[in-house]
Nanobody
Framework: QVQLVESGGGLVQAGDSLRLSCAVS????????VGWFRQAPGREREFVAA????????VYIDSGTGRFTISRDNAKDTVYLQVNSLKPEDTAVYYC????????????????WGQGTQVTVSS
């Protein structure tokens, strides 16, 4: 059974950085694309980034600024999301998930989900 466990969230100040981790077990991690989504209070869950099995990355949120970087370590079955220059609007629960098929941007393209890690950014 595939399980995903996120960690690394917390309460930070605007301008700080965080590295979120997603440990994946029970599946074929090295051949799986893994994505990150986030859900802010009162808003729908939105796609943040995804990384393919060979390390190709897709970043959607603030894609032109480079604030978000996704990477993976196949030796540790772990995917990371580095977030720099955090803003109050980045406050959300961040989820990692394994891609099944279809567009990386669609929630329905993913199957297994973690419980999420809370990121709160104070101004």
């Amino acid at each position: 059974q595939v399980q995903l466990v996120e960690s690394g969230g917390g309460l930070v100040q605007a301008g700080d950085s965080l590295r979120l981790s997603c440990a994946v077990s029970g599946g074929f991690f090295s051949t799986t694309t893994v994505g990150w989504f986030r859900q802010a209070p009162g808003r729908e869950r939105e796609f943040v980034a995804a990384v393919t099995s060979n390390g190709q990355s897709f970043v959607y949120i603030d894609s032109g600024t480079g604030r978000f970087t996704i990477s993976r370590d196949n030796a540790k079955d772990t995917v990371y999301l580095q977030v720099n220059s955090l803003k109050p609007e980045d406050t959300a629960v961040y989820y990692c998930t394994t891609h099944r098929e279809g567009s990386y941007f669609r929630e329905g393209s993913y199957d297994h989900w973690g419980q999420g890690t809370q990121v709160t950014v104070s101004s």
